[in-house]
């Protein structure tokens, strides 16, 4: 009852056929699969280390049977950038002092991308929410909070790297799996 | 405390440097932004092993059977240790290489349990098996038997007749006696005499990183291990627990994803090496959130009571201290700790009649040992606390009570060491109070307090343990620097600080220099990430060893210019004439230059810290460390008196580190160290009932998010007096101790009376609003 | 660590799903996990399949329909934070979910997951509590209604079979006279279990007069539960301090805590003041 069956992974633009048990977690198909940048801090959605995008919203990846992302497209932090060519808000995290022991910063840049996707210039409790989920231990965040705040304005002054663009990672907009409806009342709430 | 005035700072003359005190992007920083950096678990091998080990459930029992045949005969398991197997190996918990302590009989922890298990937690078992589901599985199918013991859980209940014993002769694992002045003629000048006493509890590091490594045997039958640690000189207590030589056992360390004094101790290394001995086979084991809160130290819960006699002006005249620390079930780094603990116990002040009793006894309960402070924290709540509350006693200001009673340089700390370098005690605080700026209004049901706590902490090892750092510095042909130096880095930015370092000597930009680190086989051993001790030792080391290749690179460059050597500058890659910029020799063109001459392009350097002999037994008196940090924290913090809640409203810390050798970091030491103060004070508890855990995951166990606290205001000061290369101090320990004693001043002042035990939870603090009514304090 | 084998069914409609519940007695359904996961590791629940319905498209809307709000079972808390017709109808809701764990966990949790958990801390079910809230549970036989409070039974116990689903909460829509307010305590500010949640409405007269209160209270008890004691002080009456203190101290005196009962006592008391005095203040042609 618990064999492998072939899921379909599309892990940073790359499509993956992998075969896998359903007891398999996201976190664990990903680093199996060598992303090892999505870190395994706690196994319970409690540390943020393993958070990806999963069609662009940031989620833990160790809460996630990776069957129920078949299909889905899946971006890791290693995934926005390299060396190389480091994606702004990467290079942020690193010049603004934001990275101590670099255990979070995965999850941290994650859940950066992910906000600044859809709000280009966050305030302080902005940032703050978008990274409720994110622990670190070492840098006490006010350096990530500025990490942010810095990829922000780098982004918002090329327009290369705008969010909207967004196409370096392959990534589409996020899809949205909600319908919206109101039979009795029209124009409230109406979100495509 | 309000209103108060920045102290002029003493004149200082820091030469301006072109690569130290730089906030540069550490070296480190890209590869782990980009996800690039390998941890210890993302690593793997070809026809590599998991591994798991099997713990006990119980605090105090008699293994009476152990029987693994099952786990033996699962289709899929390679091997299963027990015991028996690893013939009595103990986990050596001296310091590598050293011969600090006279070990009690039978204390070190076995590497895996024999006939008795002494707190929930203790290995019992190891399977490696080709699956980690298998290696679970074959946990489960391991029978074990046990009989229970009467146990203990308290330090104090384990010294009194009757208790159960831990180890023979009784549950005392340290103890120390400080006997400084004439304290009954200090207490007899006193106008007042203080008394008071606190508790702090067990706290876990929440390092981010699970603990983890990989081992295998190589072509040479050498036994390689890959993990994450503080401590690349545990090959020598694991090839002892082996029995191979200590050539025959590399550690490989990694980037380590925070240790904060956790993998100071020997975690899963020593597991790897007997298992991948036994199947010849690469091994891997990564604990899980929860074995690493169960399997690893703790900070040590201390009860701390000071009696202190002082004169109306608050003037210290006589200080009396009593510790008793919980050791945990075996000793660990004890001992130091508690060493540290006692050798700070009168803080940055100048006391001259001191009479100290500190003793560490053993618990059914998890092992405390090395966490960031090193038992300096715990001493700082103590002295700290009762400055307020003598401030208090005395109607004063608690700023008044601390400058009555500041240390200068050349004054001593308790056990007679004096004090060389800057002490920048008052210079600190009145910044950082000064950075509070206008005090928030109470309102009905917030009451605000502040809190100010001088501190100061050691950095560098205790100087009988004669601790050495080597580093190799070498200058390849096109100009770019090596550097070979087994400093591990847990992310405080050991190894770019180093690389800051040897750029600024040999004048290359910081992206010209590349460290390689961390291999006890191939790097220069360069001691351990412990004790903020990094950039004193291995920072001199490598500037010890950069500077030689810059004297004879500069003479080289001397004779080919035709100038004298004193005229010479290495900067910008170049080789240039001081006082005519004109005249230069690019660095790689020198670099061939001398490789063609047989110039020697590389040194290896070693530096000793002073070497000293220990305490006098009888006193208590001798120099114990290096130097020291001095540095102060204040906040404000508003209590609601009606569901007890405490929010931090402001925060700021100064710390004189010397000289920033990468500002950037420093402030990031400053404000992280300064975070996990905080949370030690308001949130971090380690529950133990009966030797259970009752916060055995990260959901349980609060560590500070990115909601709970201010940034903090840091500001760092840096005078240039300290040991370190360009007259740094250390900053990874000392930039912790002085938050947790500031908020618990705050609460004081909010409430009118002291909370005597961390941390300060709602409930608590509701319990001392309903006091503090009572009391008409509030 | 590995998770204990199960099997993974992936229905892609409504009924495909019920028909496995109910052919598989030892199936539990999962949608975002977030529960689910941790106590699988734990060991909390051994179930042979898992159910998966975090895509079904029955469960995913939010519909203002014949004056309710109806939120899909699977609708995630950051659809609910995220949603401007629920900021606008039941504000309550808005709140709740801005002080639910935290960004990456609130992408995945779904309201029914959280109420079919009924874990004691359960933050959602005191802010539904004080709405009046339904719940549609749909089985072989068809689809039941009952309201919240019955719905709960105790500490991770519900009124769910192990065939049904949970595929809709019904919000009457209040009263545009109707006036909330929420409020967690916890350990830490974000990312934690609540320690108590305190929930109130207050649906006003004209005149400013409470004409009915709803307060509710988390995390005390097995399950989160309604202050009638404390509403009904407050029913028909003007809603002045006098009046509050006592709504307030009879609902810290309703508390059945797990632990520590004093301490939450004057906690809640304090809190539900604090929720009332704010709402008070707000209602038009009040005091």
């Known amino acids: 009852m618990t064999e492998r069956r ?14 896998l048990p359903p007891n398999t977690t996201l976190l664990t198909a990903l680093r199996d699969l060598g992303c090892t940048d999505a870190k395994n801090g706690c196994e319970q959605g409690e540390c943020g280390a393993c958070a990806v995008l999963l069609d662009g919203e940031p989620m833990n990846s160790c809460m996630i049977l990776a069957w129920q992302a078949d299909g889905a497209r899946i971006t890791t932090n290693a995934g926005l950038g390299t060396l190389e060519r480091p994606h702004p808000i990467q290079e942020a995290f690193a010049d603004a002092g934001a990275i101590q022991c670099g255990f979070c910063t995965s999850g941290m840049v994650i859940a950066t991308k992910a906000l600044l996707d859809r709000n280009p210039d966050p ?9 409720s989920g994110n622990l670190c231990r070492c ?48 124009g409230e709430g109406g979100r495509s | ?112 349990a024999l006939d008795t298990v002494r707190y929930v937690g203790e290995p019992i078992a190891l399977v490696a098996a080709e699956t980690l589901d298998l290696a679970e599985e074959a946990l489960r199918l391991i029978d074990v038997e046990y009989e229970d013991l009467p146990a203990v859980f308290d330090p104090e209940e384990a010294m009194k007749p009757g208790a159960p014993i831990l180890f023979e002769p009784d549950n005392v694992v340290s103890r120390y006696t400080i006997r400084k002045g004439d304290l009954d003629a200090g207490m007899a000048e006193a106008d007042l005499v203080v008394e008071s006493t606190f508790r702090m509890p067990f706290v876990e590091h929440a390092y981010l990183e699970p603990d983890a490594g990989v081992a295998w045997v190589d072509e040479q039958g050498v036994i390689n291990i890959r993990v994450a640690t503080q401590v690349v000189e545990h090959f020598r207590s694991i090839a002892r627990a082996l029995g191979v030589p200590q050539n025959r056992i590399r550690i490989r360390g990694t980037m380590v994803g925070g240790g904060f004094g956790s993998k100071e101790d020997i975690t899963v290394e020593i597991f790897l090496a007997f298992l991948t001995r036994e199947t010849g086979r690469p091994v891997k084991l990564v604990y899980t959130r929860e074995e690493a809160f169960l399997a690893t130290s703790k900070r040590h819960p201390f009860t701390i009571t000071h009696r202190t006699g002082v004169k109306k002006d608050g003037r210290i005249t006589a200080s009396q201290i009593e510790m008793v620390a919980d050791s945990g079930a075996y000793p ?79 004054d001593t700390t308790c056990t007679g060491q004096e004090v060389s370098s800057a002490v920048w005690s008052e210079e600190c605080a009145t910044r950082v109070l000064a950075a509070l700026g206008d005090r928030t209004p ?13 501190t100061f902490q050691s950095y560098g090892r205790i100087m009988w343990f004669h601790d050495t750092s080597r580093a190799w510095v070498g200058v390849e042909l096109d100009g770019t620097v090596v550097i070979r130096c087994g400093v591990p880095d847990i992310g405080a930015g050991q190894s770019n600080s180093v690389c800051q370092i040897a750029a600024e000597i040999l004048g290359v930009p910081l992206d010209r220099v590349t460290i390689y680190a961390t291999d006890s086989a191939v790097t220069p051993l360069a001691g351990t990430s412990t004790a903020t001790r990094q950039l004193y030792m291995s920072g001199n080391a490598v500037y010890s060893a950069a500077s030689k290749i810059r004297a004879r690179l500069a003479r080289r460059a001397a004779e080919y210019i035709g100038v004298s050597e004193e005229n010479i500058l290495l900067e910008n890659s170049r080789a240039i004439v001081t006082d005519d910029p004109s005249r230069f020799i690019e660095l790689d063109a020198l670099a061939k230059m001398c490789a063609a001459e047989g110039i020697e392009l590389s040194h290896l350097a070693q530096f000793n810290a002073p070497f000293t002999d220990g305490l006098d037994p009888e006193t208590g008196q001798g120099d114990i460390w290096p130097d020291f940090t001095f540095g102060a924290v204040a906040v404000e913090i508003a209590v609601d008196i009606e569901t007890g809640q405490i929010d931090l409203l402001k925060c700021a810390a100064s710390h004189d580190v010397g000289r920033a050798i990468n500002p950037a970091a420093v402030q990031g030491q400053i404000a992280g160290g300064t975070h996990q103060g905080l949370g030690y004070a308001l949130l971090e508890e380690f ?56 908020v618990a001043n705050a609460v004081a002042d909010a409430l009118g009376i002291r909370i005597p035990e961390l941390p300060f939870t709602p409930k608590r603090v509701l319990e001392a609003v309903v006091e503090a009514r009572e009391k008409r304090t509030l | 660590m590995t998770l204990p084998a199960f099997d993974l069914l992936r229905p892609t409609t409504l009924d495909e799903a019920l028909r496995l519940l109910s052919e598989m007695p030892d199936a539990l359904p999962i949608a975002g996990g977030t529960n689910l996961i941790p106590d699988l590791r734990k060991g909390s629940h051994a179930p042979g399949s898992l159910i998966d319905v975090s895509g079904l498209p029955e469960l995913c809307c939010i519909r203002r329909k014949e004056g309710h709000l109806l939120i899909g079972g699977g609708v995630t808390i950051a659809e609910l934070l995220d949603d401007p017709m629920v900021a606008q109808t039941t504000p309550i809701l808005t709140e709740m979910a801005s002080s639910f764990a935290h960004t990456l966990v609130r992408n995945r949790a779904t309201i029914g997951g959280n109420l079919v958990a009924a874990a004691p801390c359960c933050d959602s079910a005191p802010a539904l509590l004080v709405l009046d809230a339904e719940i549609d549970l749909a089985g072989p036989e068809g689809t039941r209604r009952l309201p919240l409070a ?58 400013g007069r409470c004409e009915f209160a709803r307060i509710a209270i988390g995390a005390v008890a097995p399950i989160a539960y309604r202050a009638e004691a404390a509403e009904a002080h407050l029913a028909g009456n003007v809603l002045d301090a006098v009046a509050i203190a006592e709504a307030a101290r009879l609902a810290g005196a309703s508390a059945h805590p797990r632990s520590g009962s004093e301490y939450k006592r004057q906690v809640i008391e304090a809190l539900a003041r604090r929720l009332l005095t704010d709402v008070a203040g707000r209602i038009e042609g009040g005091s």
């Not at chain 2, 070809?46 to 033996?72: E, F, G, T, W, Y």
């Not at chain 2, 109470?442 to 001088?454: F, Q």
């Not at chain 2, 740094?728 to 101790?737: D, Y």
């Not at chain 3, 909460?169 to 305190?198: E, H, N, Q, W």
């Open chain 2, 1 to 112: 405390m309000d209103d108060v005035q920045p102290k002029p700072l003493p004149e200082v003359n820091l030469p301006d440097l072109n690569q130290v005190g730089k906030p540069l992007r550490r070296v480190d920083a890209l590869g782990k932004a980009v996800g690039a950096t390998v941890y210890a678990a993302d690593f793997t091998m070809p026809n590599m092993l998991h591994a798991k080990v099997l713990r006990s459930d119980r605090p105090h029992a008699r293994i009476v059977r152990l029987d693994p045949s099952q786990a033996k005969a699962l289709d899929g398991v390679a091997c299963v240790l027990t015991g028996d197997d690893v013939k009595g190996a103990k986990l050596n918990t001296d310091l590598p290489g050293q011969t600090g302590r006279e070990a009690r009989s039978g204390s070190d922890a076995p590497v895996l």
């Open chain 1, 139 to 186: 840098t006490g965040y006010g350096q990530i909070a500025a990490a942010v705040h810095l990829a922000a304005e780098r982004l918002r002054n090329l327009p290369s790297w705008s969010a909207s663009s967004a196409s370096e990672d392959g990534q589409e907009p996020a899809f949205k799996k909600r319908v919206l409806a109101s039979d009795d009342v029209t």
């Open chain 3, 150 to 207: 019955e719905f709960l039974v105790g500490a991770f116990t519900t009124r769910r079979e192990s065939n049904e689903l949970l595929t809709c909460v019904r919000v009457p829509v209040p009263s545009d006279r109707s006036y909330t307010g929420f409020v967690k305590m916890g350990l830490r500010k974000i990312s934690c279990m609540a320690k108590i949640d305190v929930a109130v409405r207050v649906e006003a007269h004209s005149d």
């Open chain 1, 123 to 131: 305030t302080e409790a902005e940032i703050r929410d978008a990274l």
């Open chain 2, 442 to 454: 109470d309102s009905p049901t917030r009451r605000i307090g502040r809190g100010l706590a001088n």
């Open chain 2, 332 to 410: 660990y780094l004890t001992p130091y700790v508690l060493l540290y603990a006692t050798g700070m116990a009168t803080g940055p002040y100048k006391i001259d009649n001191v009479r100290i009793d500190s003793v560490a006894a053993a618990t059914n309960q998890t092992f405390t040992s090395a966490f960031r402070g090193f038992g300096g924290p715990q001493a700082a709540l103590g002295y700290e606390q009762q400055m307020d509350e003598i401030a208090r006693a005395l109607d004063l200001d608690p700023l008044e009570v601390r400058r009555a009673n500041y240390m200068a340089s050349g």
């Open chain 1, 6 to 19: 072939p899921i379909r992974l599309i892990v940073n633009g790359r499509a993956h056929e992998v075969s």
């Open chain 2, 687 to 742: 529950v133990l009932e009966e030797g259970r855990i009752r916060t055995p995951s990260l959901a349980e166990y609060m560590i500070p998010t990115i909601f709970d606290f201010p940034e903090t205001d840091v500001i760092i000061l840096e005078s240039g007096t300290g040991v370190g290369p360009f007259g740094a101090k250390g900053i990874g320990e000392p930039a912790l101790t002085p938050a947790a004693p500031a």
